[in-house]
């Protein structure tokens, strides 16, 4: 994994709320993460069981775990900059389901 992603993560007060701004939308803060980046096409089912197009697949470490509907913004070879939303995540486990290898995030790009 040597290429890098930001993710936008929520920032929370001591008592574990979302701290809101004033129009009342959710203060996020940018974190960097090691990833491996692949532009793929993918069909996958979200959380509510619809069928969505992916174009974009991040492999992350274990200690990296972002929500689903998390934004984040990636920098390719070419010096594009590529933004957009994770749409599904999985996880590669072994076959005793103790031990997660390494997060998988399937995003639109």
């Known amino acids: 994994m040597r290429q890098k992603v ?3 993560y929520p920032v929370y ?3 574990g709320n979302p701290i809101k701004d004033k129009y009342g939308k959710p203060k996020t803060e ?3 993460s090691k990833a491996r980046v692949q532009f793929k ?3 996958v089912k979200d959380a509510k069981g619809e069928e969505r197009r992916t174009s974009v697949e991040i492999d992350l470490p274990v200690s990296f775990n972002p929500t689903v509907g ?3 913004e990636y920098t390719d070879i070419n010096g594009n ?3 957009g939303a994770i749409i599904s995540k999985d996880e ?3 076959l005793a389901g103790t031990k997660v290898y390494y997060r998988t ?3 639109d790009g």
């Open 105 to 107: 995030v399937y995003c």
């Open 92 to 94: 590669a486990i072994n």
């Open 13 to 15: 007060d001591d008592e």
């Open 41 to 43: 096409s993918n069909i």
């Open 6 to 8: 930001w993710f936008d």
């Open 30 to 32: 940018l974190k960097q």
């Open 81 to 83: 900059k590529v933004t």
């Open 70 to 72: 998390a934004s984040y």
